[in-house]
């Protein structure tokens, strides 16, 4: 019986241990730190050097994310917990370091604004969609767009530091219009997945392997915005 316990105890040990420290989610944890010691050394940073200090910082966070993604597919590590674990780091880092700015450059705050009601919209319409089975199956391209960009942004103002306001400002503001345009593709998105499952009149559970396009959706919606564009721009 004891033998058996012992056994039980092993395995149970095993699975945490694979669960929550594994490589890929130590990376995950290391980064949550990192950012923290970054905002913590820019808000103090006054010269070239700190700055400098406080960019190789935001690179080592930005190298963990790229690593624990390529270990955990890699080496067949992904976990239920790191798929929680990564995306809320990434979220952590972004809202850390436009925080961050908010301290030295003042028009960032409506950046943050806009960024912390896209993340609480998603949370929240996410959480509500999930109760019916749904799953989101990765960023859309304009989301990846404003990610992409709030990075080359944070980098050039920190490497940089002394760019004129002017030229500054026009970066956050283009940033801003990025992170409207992904809000409102997001809410789209959500308001999309909502009329399918209305058409069905039943939850994806229910659907029984009758699974919604969300290719097909995401196209369609990538179309209306390019009939838009051109109307503005004609």
């Given at each position: 019986?004891?033998?058996?316990?012992?056994?039980?105890?092993?395995?149970?040990?095993?699975?945490?241990?694979?669960?929550?420290?594994?490589?890929?989610?130590?990376?995950g944890?290391?980064?949550?730190?990192?950012?923290?010691?970054?905002?913590?050394?820019y808000?103090?940073?006054?010269?070239t050097?700190?700055?400098?200090?406080?960019?190789?910082?935001?690179?080592?966070?930005?190298?963990?994310?790229?690593?624990?993604?390529?270990?955990?597919?890699?080496?067949h590590?992904v976990?239920?917990?790191?798929?929680?674990?990564?995306?809320?780091?990434?979220?952590?880092?972004l809202?850390?370091?436009?925080?961050?700015?908010?301290?030295?450059y003042?028009?960032?705050f409506?950046v943050?604004?806009?960024?912390?009601v896209?993340?609480?919209?998603?949370?929240?319409?996410?959480?509500?969609l999930?109760?019916?089975?749904?799953r989101?199956?990765?960023?859309?391209?304009c989301?990846?767009?404003?990610?992409a960009?709030?990075y080359a942004?944070s980098?050039?103002?920190l490497c940089?530091?002394?760019?004129?306001?002017?030229?500054l400002?026009?970066?956050m503001?283009?940033?801003?219009l990025?992170?409207?345009?992904?809000?409102i593709?997001?809410?789209?998105l959500?308001?999309?997945?909502?009329k399918e499952?209305?058409?069905?009149?039943?939850?994806?559970?229910?659907?029984?392997g009758?699974?919604?396009?969300?290719?097909?959706?995401?196209t369609?919606?990538?179309?209306?915005?390019?009939?838009?564009?051109?109307?503005?721009l004609?």
């Amino acid at each position: 019986m004891n033998g058996h316990k012992k056994a039980e105890n092993k395995k149970k040990r095993t699975e945490f241990l694979k669960e929550y420290l594994s490589v890929p989610n130590i990376l995950g944890y290391v980064r949550i730190v990192l950012v923290f010691v970054y905002l913590a050394v820019y808000i103090n940073a006054d010269t070239t050097k700190d700055f400098y200090c406080a960019t190789a910082v935001l690179s080592a966070s930005m190298l963990t994310d790229f690593l624990d993604g390529q270990i955990a597919r890699r080496f067949h590590m992904v976990t239920q917990w790191g798929k929680m674990l990564d995306p809320f780091a990434d979220k952590l880092t972004l809202g850390i370091v436009l925080l961050g700015f908010t301290f030295r450059y003042p028009l960032m705050f409506l950046v943050l604004f806009v960024f912390l009601v896209k993340e609480l919209f998603m949370g929240i319409a996410g959480l509500i969609l999930m109760k019916t089975g749904w799953r989101t199956d990765g960023a859309m391209w304009c989301g990846k767009v404003a990610t992409a960009g709030l990075y080359a942004i944070s980098i050039l103002m920190l490497c940089l530091p002394g760019l004129p306001h002017s030229f500054l400002n026009l970066l956050m503001a283009v940033e801003l219009l990025l992170m409207f345009v992904a809000l409102i593709a997001y809410m789209e998105l959500y308001w999309e997945v909502t009329k399918e499952l209305q058409k069905t009149g039943k939850t994806f559970r229910e659907m029984q392997g009758e699974n919604i396009d969300m290719k097909e959706i995401k196209t369609r919606i990538k179309e209306r915005h390019r009939s838009i564009k051109k109307k503005l721009l004609f």
